[in-house]
């Protein structure tokens, strides 16, 4: 990463994959034991997918903005990879918007982001 877009691309790329798999892993077995801190997790959630689209929106932007006019015949490869990079910030920039939409739907559902009591037999 030689230009400042790609250090800011790489930054949003990077903390917005290391965000998911905290919440892949809260999901997956980390559920019980963090909801003792009172925490409204949907919340954080939303938010954090929120800013992470923000951040892929901005990104996907500065890179297409800086590399797609670009042309130079020894290094036409590089400047082709770093296009391709903003276009995949772009789909990427659509899911976490579609999964912030999702969420903030279950966050409005159930505000206060409590489990369901369990079904009386």
């Known amino acids: 990463a030689y230009w400042d877009t790609q250090h800011w691309f790489l930054f949003v790329v990077v903390v917005s994959f290391i965000g998911t798999i905290f919440f892949s892993l809260y999901y997956l077995c980390l559920a019980e034991p963090l909801n003792k801190l009172q925490v409204n997790w949907l919340m954080v959630e939303f938010w954090f997918t929120a800013i992470a689209t923000f951040g892929y929106f901005t990104a996907f932007i500065a890179m297409l903005a800086d590399f797609s006019g670009a042309e130079d015949e020894e290094y036409q490869y590089w400047i082709d990879a ?14 976490y918007g579609a999964g912030a939409y999702l969420i903030y739907v279950d966050w409005k559902a159930n505000p206060t982001g409590a489990t ?3 079904p009386a037999v």
């Open 82 to 95: 770093n296009i391709a990079a903003g276009v995949f910030g772009l789909f990427n920039d659509i899911v």
């Open 116 to 118: 369901a009591p369990p």
